[in-house]
């Protein structure tokens, strides 16, 4: 019998202007321990008590860590092993903007390179989470970590339609190699990431069916100036905290989608000085949690917008209750610990 686990940190991504384009990995993380058995008992997986029973499918062909590490297994022309026996330990919240499908995917992918001994470099790993996901920021920030930009390469658009289980029948050279390029930016250690984090989910699939399928040039020129300032400006040692606010504001996605986060408006509207050490705010991946990045007075900072929520109500009438964690970036992606040497 041996052990290891596979580590992925969650993302934030976009950032305001940067929709599907930036993504920041963070010190909160989806935990896989393996066990491998010497015998061939089925694999299995299962969770912690940090996620609910029924939240999400224990059937291998229906979990998303297993049935990507399946798909990703099969594209080579091998399968998962039997006597796997796999525990979940996920401090990410689902589906409210932290990536956590994100996370699923990368662990996916990881958990099939190890368990198959297919030995594939992350460059390759990331297309087969590009493929499952469909976006690059959120799965590049987990698998590579720190604060990461990426842009589709047209062989992007050539990648197969997604088949899962049985009608999947895709060859690993139907793949097309390196449909992404990601680069690691600096990320200023002043800049701290608190988010405050809505007790409701809201799928990412919601998040972006509500946008448009075409935009004013003038909407795209006004997010393409802010998103080239905000990658140099986050990375500036003494943040300036003005042009960070200015640099965040975006025209593509948050204003479709403030409909499904109610509070959103006042909240995105905030400016620098509102209170001492705010910068900006803006939806955290898909949201429905806030993104807020801050010099100092974290805690109070998300208390003030906790409270702005509370001033709103859900679709049941209730005022919208939320959390807050102050998080730090995580640099280092995606890793596997063999837990025999600990
Ligand atoms: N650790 C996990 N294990 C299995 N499925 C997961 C896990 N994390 C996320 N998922 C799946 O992804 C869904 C959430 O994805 P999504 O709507 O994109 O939200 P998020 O913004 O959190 O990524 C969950 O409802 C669940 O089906
Ligand atoms: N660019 C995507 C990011 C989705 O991130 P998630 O954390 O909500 O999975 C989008 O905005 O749709």
Known sequence: ???????????????????????????????????????????????????????????????????????????????????????????????????????????????????????????????????????????????????????????????????????NTIKQEDIPYKTSACIKMKWSKAIKVVVVIPKYELATSLARSVLPQQYDRKDIVFNLQRVTVLTHVLGDDVPNPEVIYEAMQDRIHQHYRQKLIPGLPEILALKPGFMKGFIGACMSGAGPTVLILATENFEAIGKKIQEIFMNYKDESGKPIDSYVKVLEVFNDGAVVINEDEN
Not at 12 to 33: C, E
Not at 74 to 102: A, F, K, Q
Not at 125 to 146: F, K, Q, R, T, W
């Open 1 to 167: 019998m041996h052990k290891y686990t596979i580590k992925v940190p969650s993302s934030t991504s976009n950032i305001g202007p940067g929709f599907d384009v930036l993504g920041l990995g963070l010190k909160l993380f989806l935990t896989i321990h393996v066990t491998v058995h010497d015998d061939e008992r089925p694999t299995t997986i299962d969770y912690t008590d940090k996620t609910p029973k029924g939240s999400v499918s224990l059937d291998l062909e229906e979990n998303l860590i297993t049935k990507t590490a399946l798909y990703l297994a099969r594209s080579y022309g091998t399968t998962l092993p039997n006597g796997l026996e796999i525990m979940v330990d996920n401090d990410i919240p689902l589906g409210r903007g932290l990536g956590s499908s994100g996370t699923a995917i990368v662990g996916g992918v990881m958990l099939a390179n190890v368990a198959c001994g297919l030995n594939l470099p992350k460059e390759r790993l990331l297309d087969y989470c590009i493929m499952v996901e469909g976006h690059p920021d959120n799965v590049a920030a987990s698998l590579l970590g720190g604060f990461v930009g990426s842009y589709l390469n047209e062989k992007a658009s050539s990648l197969p339609p997604m088949k899962w289980g049985a009608e």
